[in-house]
């Protein structure tokens, strides 16, 4: 294997395809109101502003903008433990459930018309290096 013409070739898919690639990045990012909606919907234990910033990597800011469209939308509501107004618990409204749910079904159905383009065994192949790739980055590799 040619390590410098693997490299040569990537290079040149970031250079050729960035509308592609970040459509891509898009498709499968999970950090805005959407992915917070699912991934509160999954929650067993209550959850706390601070759990959505280190489970996503997002700022305080964007937890509290997210947050702020997220209340305003009906979906969430905050609850105070124990009266104490500097922590609060963030919780789905039934609304906020329900759409959490039309949302799962939305990705369901965009992946299984990924599955049904490229095959299961293609996308098995997919899953299987993204996964390497989170591992990876998991214990300390850098992709910036």
Not at 1 to 19: G, L, R
Not at 99 to 104: D, M, R, V
Request: net charge negative; charged share 25%.
């Amino acid at each position: 294997m040619d390590i410098q013409k693997t490299v040569h070739e990537m290079n040149q898919i970031h250079i050729d395809h960035a509308k592609q690639l970040t459509q891509i990045a898009n498709a499968l990012s999970s950090s805005g109101e959407s992915g917070v909606l699912l991934w509160l919907n999954q929650q067993e234990e209550d959850v706390f502003a601070t759990d959505i910033i280190d489970h996503f990597g997002l700022t305080p800011g964007r937890v509290a903008n997210i947050m702020k469209k997220l209340e305003d939308k009906g979906y969430v509501f905050r609850q105070h433990p124990n009266d104490d107004l500097r922590r609060s618990y963030i919780r789905l409204t039934e609304t906020g459930r329900d759409f959490a749910e039309k949302l799962y079904q939305q990705m369901s159905e965009n992946n299984e018309n990924i599955i049904n383009a490229f095959g299961e065994e293609q996308t098995l192949i997919c899953l299987q290096n993204l996964r390497d790739f989170i591992a990876r980055m998991d214990d300390g590799m850098e992709l910036s």
